[in-house]
């Protein structure tokens, strides 16, 4: 059994076939089939099912990947550490994070972070908090950016920051012309929501406690997956929504923003990795740049006019 074997069979439970797992692999089918034969002969069991397509892994083709991700892994890992210790931060760092950072924390914190690591290559995917979790407990990912507290014990987590709640209004919105709003003043009736599984919906609905003609629904209602459309049609002047701090920074018209009065709603925002992460170092770097990349309104601790609405039932405490 070889490292590379693991590599071949981890390429095509990815992809699903074996043409592009030679691709991905950058060698010839015939050669990486022939190694996958050798292991699957070397244990004795048949790893993928290759009547179907894609290519699945059979019940301990399931098996056998899991462990050879980990085998790779950490042999990735071993290097990279001693890269660390020797005091040059280098190799692949898989980041998750969900939809309503990535748009506006990337680009704070992304170039600076690359221009002072050349060597470390960030590999950032998108993801709604349970798929993140999902994919650091399995490994796939090595860290996470999303919203806490999680409830998974195998899930470790370090507070980033803590981002405030606002209220963005139509023009015409009678709570357009307050300085301050308060949660008793909103209504989720006429709220525009995030799409289900997304943790600032949640959030967004647990504020907005006001239930007062909840037979009126109004003429529109509206869900998305993205916080710049809700913005766009709240311009157009229907109702309002929520949005995280970070997420206003580009608005044109920020008269109809408002701030919560105290203790303001916010959301804690932190850093995500599973029990077989090692790599402190890099992990130290990456905090600190994201941290020091932060507009002066965000703060790294919480402040006691602060109310922390919890993910994802909205808890609060």
């Not at 943790?199 to 003609?213: D, I, T």
Request: charge should be neutral.
């Amino acid at each position: 059994m070889t490292l590379t074997q693991l590599e071949y069979i981890l390429a095509v439970g990815d992809t699903g076939s074996f043409s592009h797992a030679a691709l991905q692999c950058h060698v010839t089918q015939p050669t990486l089939s022939m190694q996958i034969q050798k292991l699957e002969d070397e244990l004795g069991v048949v790893l993928f099912d290759r009547t179907k397509q894609p290519v699945r892994p059979t019940h301990v083709g399931e098996i056998v990947l899991k462990q050879a991700r980990l085998i790779v892994q950490g042999s990735q890992h071993l290097r990279e550490m001693v890269d660390e210790n020797k005091g040059a931060l280098s190799g692949n760092l898989r980041i998750g994070i969900i939809p309503t950072l990535a748009p506006y924390l990337l680009p704070m914190f992304l170039n600076r972070f690359m221009t002072k690591y050349p060597k470390v290559h960030l590999i950032i995917d998108e993801l709604e908090t349970q798929a993140m979790v999902d994919k650091i407990r399995n490994n796939s990912l090595d860290l996470g950016l999303a919203v806490t507290p999680i409830d998974d014990i195998n899930i470790s987590a370090k507070p980033l920051f803590y981002e405030p709640f606002m209220a963005y209004f139509a023009p015409q919105h009678e709570l357009a012309q307050k300085k301050t709003v308060d949660e008793k003043d909103l209504s989720a009736n006429e709220m525009l929501l995030l799409n289900e599984g997304h943790c600032f919906r949640e959030q967004s609905l647990a504020l907005c406690r006001n239930r007062k003609n909840s037979e009126n629904k109004g003429q529109f209602s509206f869900e998305s997956g993205s916080l710049e459309t809700l913005k766009k049609l709240v311009d157009q002047g229907d109702g309002f929504t929520l949005l995280p701090y970070l997420a206003t920074q580009d608005l044109r018209d920020k008269k109809r923003l408002k701030p919560f009065s105290n203790p303001v709603p916010t959301r804690e925002v932190s850093i995500l990795h599973g029990p077989h992460f090692q790599r402190k170092a890099i992990l130290k770097a990456l905090i600190e740049e994201i941290q020091a990349s932060l507009p002066k309104e965000i703060s790294q601790t919480r402040h006691k006019n602060q109310i922390k609405v919890d993910n994802p039932i909205g808890h609060m405490r």
